[in-house]
């Protein structure tokens, strides 16, 4: 089993920054896939951005590349999604999750582990 916990959301303005954290606990943590996904009130939630195991190989959905920077610390047990100019859109509950894939998918269904979400809310 993989634990995971997020951390770091909140309220800022439209154009600042936040930066939000997953802390991994459990078995053979530094060998999985990780990514981060979002869901907005009435919405699916959708893929924001995966990093593979080595840390080698990173994919962002469109509406955060540019924007957000995807990577891993901590002997690989913590990774982290560095957030820049934020938009209104980007408000949505953001969550971690690991994957047993070498690659790092992009769909939720192929993610086996996730935490229990973080807020992220941006005022315009």
């Known amino acids: 089993q993989v634990q995971l916990v997020e951390s770091g959301g909140g309220l800022v303005q439209a154009g600042g920054s936040l930066r939000l954290s997953c802390a991994a606990s459990?078995?053979?943590?530094?060998?999985?896939?990780m990514g981060w996904f979002r869901q907005a009130p009435g919405k699916e939630r959708e893929f924001v951005t995966a990093?593979?195991?080595?840390?080698?190989?990173?994919y962002y959905a469109d509406s955060a590349k540019g924007r957000f920077t995807i990577s891993r610390v901590n002997y690989g047990n913590t990774v982290s999604l560095q957030m820049n100019t934020l938009k209104p859109e980007d408000t949505a509950v953001y969550y971690c999750?690991?994957?047993?894939?070498?690659?790092?998918?992009?769909?939720?269904?192929?993610?086996?582990?996730w935490g229990q979400g973080t807020q992220v809310t941006v005022s315009s």
């Open positions: 990093i593979s195991w080595s840390g080698g190989t990173t």
């Open positions: 459990g078995r053979a943590y530094s060998g999985y896939t």
């Open positions: 999750a690991a994957s047993y894939k070498s690659s790092p998918p992009r769909s939720r269904y192929e993610y086996h582990y």
